[in-house]
T-cell receptor, first 116, second 111 residues
Framework: EAGVAQSPRYKIIEKRQSVAFWCNPI?????LYWYQQILGQGPKLLIQ????????DSQLPKDRFSAERLKGVDSTLKIQPAKLEDSAVYLC??????????????FGEGSWLTVV | GDSVTQMEGPVTLSEEAFLTINCTYT??????LFWYVQYPGEGLQLLLK?????DKGSNKGFEATYRKETTSFHLEKGSVQVSDSAVYFC??????????FGAGTRLAVHP
């Protein structure tokens, strides 16, 4: 079974530029997550989708970050304009069902962003 | 709210030493508990989980027991290898169907 796919793996941009990350979750997984992991810290949830609807985006800096999940499958996360503090790994993850029912969240390898 | 506290790293051990990484949590009810591992340059991989109190999750020689009395889920391994060098994250469900992660504990194992 294919895992969560992300691209690009690495990106270096200048501050105030824009960047977009793409994610393809595991087939059939209804829930898709974007986490931000700053160096030396644990992942922090940015946004959570259930099919193509947003469940939680309370930690998404909406003045510069946006995300969509068209057709309830692939998702893109965009940052515009980027700031130095956005340098981080952006992890996409997916889950088949509820954690309370014994399901697991599976992560991609991450997209590593450096803003200079 | 729900939260996770892990022991700070880095933890530096010699090969074949015993490993313990402490994790305590606050959560509503008795949720499933998780340990994830992140090898250098990679994403997070599920290492093990436990779905109810007193359950022991195990994988690749690692074990963790769900202790509701002490709200703990400490990670242990009897004999670590150089290949176990990684960052380990304890996680607990929070809100609706999402995971809250600890800050991570870096493990370095030397030959």
């Amino acid at each position: 079974e294919a895992g969560v796919a992300q691209s690009p793996r690495y990106k270096i941009i200048e501050k105030r530029q824009s960047v977009a990350f793409w994610c393809n979750p595991i087939s059939g997984h209804a829930t898709l997550y974007w986490y931000q992991q700053i160096l030396g810290q644990g992942p922090k949830l940015l946004i959570q989708f259930q099919n193509n609807g947003v469940v939680d985006d309370s930690q998404l800096p909406k003045d510069r970050f946006s995300a969509e999940r068209l057709k309830g499958v692939d998702s893109t996360l965009k940052i515009q304009p980027a700031k130095l503090e956005d340098s981080a790994v952006y992890l996409c993850a997916s889950s088949l069902g509820l954690l309370s029912s014994g399901n697991t969240i599976y992560f991609g390898e991450g997209s590593w962003l450096t803003v200079v | 709210g729900d939260s996770v506290t892990q022991m700070e790293g880095p933890v530096t051990l010699s090969e074949e030493a015993f490993l313990t990484i402490n994790c305590t949590y606050t959560a509503t009810g008795y949720p499933s508990l998780f340990w994830y591992v992140q090898y250098p340059g990679e994403g997070l991989q599920l290492l093990l989980k436990a779905t109810k109190a007193d359950d022991k999750g195990s994988n690749k020689g690692f074990e963790a027991t769900y202790r509701k009395e002490t709200t703990s889920f400490h990670l242990e391994k009897g004999s670590v290898q150089v290949s176990d060098s990684a960052v380990y994250f304890c996680a607990v469900p929070g809100g609706y169907n999402k995971l809250i992660f600890g800050a991570g504990t870096r493990l370095a194992v030397h030959p």
